[in-house]
């Protein structure tokens, strides 16, 4: 069997991208980063600091070079914040140099994982769950577009997400691989 290529988590604020990027790295033997923990290392300054100053434009900017800084070391698993998709130079680096799988999660899921979390500024108004419903219709069909897998991660075990997402990639590199089933269940794209 191939060695697997990159893994690139996207979705969602509060999908669980950090700590089932974690638990992959750790499951591979490779190099874990949180491309918003490495922005706000590089800075160092916090999300929301970064966005007081230079605004969403100003962290997006950031936030196009550390993808692409990111998205060149090999073998690496790497979450992106959850609006890393809405830059064409991100959603291109992530295809390229990886399998990029969408941890999906409902806006119900996500109140709950970000109620007492301030470091969203994206999050700090009166109505999170609107907020969260509009960037879900504009976001999902970019993570859909990006990705090569979309899995589940409501009222799921990380670690069976994990194993989820291990299977799955494994189908994409070898189908032909005895330990997987049906390709047919595969909801992945060929590439151009």
């Known amino acids: 069997m191939q060695d697997l290529p990159n893994l690139f988590l996207i979705g ?12 992959l790295a750790a499951e591979l033997a490779r190099p874990f980063y949180d491309s918003d923990h490495a922005i706000q290392d590089r800075c160092g300054a916090d999300i929301p600091w970064i966005f007081d100053v230079e605004g969403e434009q100003g962290f997006r900017l950031r936030e196009i070079h550390m993808i692409d800084e990111l998205t060149r070391l090999s073998p690496v698993v790497v979450a992106t914040g959850g609006g890393a998709v809405l830059r064409e130079e991100n959603r291109r680096a992530l295809r390229e140099r990886g399998t990029v799988v969408y941890l999906l999660t409902t806006v119900d899921q996500q109140l709950k994982r970000t109620a007492k979390d301030r470091n969203r500024p994206l999050l700090q108004c009166a109505n999170r769950e609107q907020v969260l419903n509009d960037m879900f219709a ?54 151009p």
């Open 12 to 23: 969602p604020m509060g999908a669980g991208k950090s700590t089932i990027g974690r638990l």
């Open 138 to 191: 504009q976001r999902d069909p970019l993570y859909r577009a990006t990705s090569d897998i979309a899995v589940r991660t409501d009222r799921r075990s990380p670690r069976a997400v994990v194993n989820e997402i291990l299977r799955r990639v494994h189908r994409l590199v070898d189908p032909l691989e005895p330990s997987s089933s049906s390709a047919k269940t595969l909801n992945h794209k060929v590439s």
